[in-house]
């Protein structure tokens, strides 16, 4: 029933910015906490970040400023803008929902119940 579908991914220079935008469907958005997670060829995954219900925030340590999460609930949608990209920054990035109301461990991706399918980032000059 939920489907979370991401887009904005593609080819950009290091330096340069990106916003990432999930559309969830067959649910409403406002009920979840969503979360940010990429993964890159031969590495575990990772959290990016995460905003709760309440609209709490938190940032993996290697952002350092550069990311920023939103959630717009009347459009069902949640954004992740990305600056200053670095080669190390390429991946898929997955968007997810879920989350236990007030749960201190949304850096954990088995917090989320619904996960995308991912859209590529590839930061290269």
């Known amino acids: 029933q939920v489907q979370l579908v991401e887009s904005g991914g593609g080819l950009v220079q290091p330096g340069g910015s990106l916003r990432l935008s999930c559309v969830l469907s067959?649910?409403?958005?406002?009920?979840?906490?969503m979360g940010w997670f990429r993964q890159a060829p031969g590495k575990a995954r990772q959290f990016v970040t995460a905003?709760?219900?309440?609209?709490?925030?938190y940032y993996g340590d290697f952002v350092k400023g550069r990311f920023a999460i939103s959630r717009d609930d009347a459009k069902n949608t949640v954004h992740l803008r990305m600056n200053n990209l670095d080669p190390d920054d390429t991946a898929i990035y997955y968007c997810?929902?879920?989350?236990?109301?007030?749960?201190?461990?949304?850096?954990?991706?088995?917090?989320?119940?619904?996960w995308g399918q991912g859209t590529q980032v590839t930061v290269s000059s």
């Open positions: 905003i709760s219900r309440a609209g709490a925030t």
């Open positions: 997810a929902a879920g989350g236990v109301s007030g749960s201190p461990y949304l850096h954990r991706s088995d917090e989320y119940d619904f």
């Open positions: 067959g649910g409403t958005l406002r009920t979840y906490a």
